[in-house]
């Protein structure tokens, strides 16, 4: 447990009380690369195929990619034997070999940035590159989008491990409020440094896990800004985001008042992100997003708030969903999650019910048109009540969001 995370435990003594028996469902859903889908946005193989071949045509700093991708095809070799050519290289396993390396520090003072090194961040700004121009603007979103925008109640809870931003611009284009933060703060007492939660507005709570296209820390450039003025400079250097050439809209992260401590406080979101992925902001800043790789745990330190209390949801929540998330990656933590968050609502208070209120069936939708395909995605699951599930295994469509809206 990182010192920040006990701080917080200390100081925000107040904690998530019981639903009042309102018809509020206090749900909880869980979003996959599924939901993305019918938006036009790649999955991961064909992520992965459409990074590679942009990658492979750039040069100077940018071809440290190749030559990363031919050292990892030599490692599987010599290791365990494998004869890969590139594009039968498994993405998330050829990620998490460069997190490794980056995270250890194996090439010492040639580590390239907080951020990762050069392969690491002609990857990440490529997935913003492409998610961003695969996603539709606000005004030309699929009716789908904007209609489970507007299913969602305040205090929803949304998990996802997606990086674009198509719930946020249907929450948006609807008009619905929302916060990508766990909990909004507020002074215990007037000019206090003490925090307590502030629930006086009624939002949705979108958590990505993994990050996103459109989010950008802002402390390495806030240590040149001090490293400049040390210097007798009155002005910051450029900055594609935090001091670019034209406007460019960036928004804090969270809002409210937040412990100086909080690794979020200097989290920047871009709002016209297709400006700044057609200025190729390559080595000059990169989205703040977890590569898809099985040892993204590493670098999850960030978010670990996100985190905190989940193993606890799911007993007083009255419906959930997890919607194109198939469990078919290596990510551990996450099957642990949701192990653990299905089985509190399955569970817990199922029969009796709280204040009144009972629990609607669990929930799934992904796309498994044959019938061994949706064995093999019940295996997966194997932790489910199936008695206590409804699944629609023809993808997010509309007959799944009548199956969200009247569940």
Known sequence: MSDHTKEKRNRLTTRREAPEPTARRFGVFILGAGFSRPAGLPLAN?????????????????????????????????????????????FEDFMAFLDIEHYLGLRGNDTWSDDGNEAQIVVKTLIGEILTERTPPKERLPDIYLRFAEMLQPDDLVLTFNYDVLLERALEAVGQPFRLFPQRLKPLYPGGSDLSVDTSREEVVLLKLHGSVDWFDRRSYSRLEVSFRRSGSTDGPYHPVFKPKRELAAVPLVGGARFSDDPLREMHRVLDIEQLYRSR????VAPWLLNPSSAKILYAEKQKDFWWGLGDWGSMNFAMAIIGFSLSGPDDYARQVLYRLVKNYQCNYWEEGVLGRTKTPLVLVDLRELAGDKEDFKRRYAFVNW???KTH?????DEALELLRHN
């Open 46 to 90: 064909d992520l992965w195929g459409e990074v590679r071949r942009r990658a492979d045509g750039m040069s100077g700093r940018a071809s440290f990619f190749r030559d990363d991708l031919d050292a990892y095809i030599q490692f599987r070799r010599e290791c365990y034997g494998e004869a890969l050519t590139p594009d039968k290289v498994d």
């Open 281 to 284: 902001p390559l080595f000059q």
């Open 387 to 389: 008695e206590r599930t």
């Open 393 to 397: 295994f023809a993808g997010f469509d």
